[in-house]
């Protein structure tokens, strides 16, 4: 039986499910632990809400790769210009309304 390493800490659910597709896309088997806790938000601190992913021993090497290259590329942060929300820099469209990013340039 092989062992389950964390690898990385998603800052919400909806990142660990992006990375998690990622990572299974590439045939490499992906558990999520602590993603029950977004039920609990607003009750706990917001560092508690983090969702880690777990991968087998065999793929630690190929999925820290992966993830070395997803933090590369990610970009900062921002808040939608229409309805003030948070948004992760890989999201191109606001998570809660729709309204496209604007470059900041």
Known sequence: ??????????GNSLEAHLLKGALEVSGIEV?????ALAG???ELP???IEVTLLV??????????????YQQQNKPAWYCQQ???????S????WQCGQEAIAND
């Open 40 to 42: 609990a938000l607003g």
């Open 83 to 89: 309805c003030g929300e948070h948004n992760a820099g």
């Open 91 to 94: 999201f191109e469209l606001c």
């Open 56 to 69: 087998k021993h065999s793929h630690l090497a190929q999925a820290q790769q992966i993830l070395l290259n």
């Open 46 to 48: 917001a560092n508690a």
């Open 1 to 10: 039986m092989s062992q389950w390493h964390a690898i990385y800490r998603a």
């Open 31 to 35: 558990q999520l632990q602590g993603e």
